[in-house]
């Protein structure tokens, strides 16, 4: 059996924006989890037999007042399993039946997903993971980085945004844009331009 706790993982950021997402739970840490799904876009489902005030308030989450049964992964994309321990095993469990991935709060063997410390900045988004092993270091981790990004690293996206436009247009292989938006970067902070209205290439 593959030891899923101790397996390399494959970083991906999900687009759950209109998607169907079930939160079991509705204590202190699935109320931490929820506002980040629903920045996300998704559509949330909180399952619980008794709710936080802060469950309550948000406008849009479906609030389904009993326990936990597998019938509620039907149709879903993603699930945060946020419940007490026994209830969490639940949850993982079906979800694995169903094929649906899985974020177990502080379980890391019945995890199929972990969450990381997050950060967004001007249109960009790094996230750190442990790999589920130690949270706390990929918030430390992340606050660390968080003082390397510029504050006007949203000048950044817009230039290399623009610059890719360019790039495509003019068929420039990928091998060779990385370099050259680095140069372009370069040559944007070189002119003092917090605006940049052309990139060069």
């Known amino acids: 059996m593959l030891d899923r706790a101790h397996t390399p993982l494959y970083p991906v950021f999900l687009k759950l924006a209109g998607q169907a997402v079930l939160l079991v739970g509705a204590g202190k840490v699935a109320s931490a989890r929820l506002p980040e799904l629903l920045r996300a876009g998704a559509r949330v489902t909180v399952v619980a037999p008794v709710a936080r005030a802060e469950i309550m308030s948000h406008e849009g989450v479906i609030l389904v007042q009993r326990p936990f049964v597998p019938r509620d992964l039907d149709n879903v994309w993603f ?46 988004t790094i996230a750190v993971s442990t790999e589920g092993r130690a949270p706390a270091l990929a918030g430390l981790l ?32 990928m091998r060779e844009r990385r370099p050259l938006l680095l140069n372009a970067l370069n040559t944007l902070y070189a002119e003092g331009e917090a605006e940049p209205a052309e990139v060069r290439w």
């Open 79 to 124: 699930v945060v399993a946020a419940a007490p321990p026994e209830v969490n095993r639940q949850v993982a469990a079906a979800a694995q039946e169903r094929r649906v991935f899985v974020n177990v709060v502080d379980d890391l063997e019945r995890a199929s997903a972990y969450t990381g410390g997050v950060f967004r900045r001007g249109g960009v």
């Open 142 to 173: 992340r606050e660390g980085l968080e003082t390397l990004i510029p504050e006007d690293v949203d000048t950044w996206v817009r230039a290399a945004a623009q610059l890719r436009r360019e790039q495509r247009a003019a068929g420039v292989p």
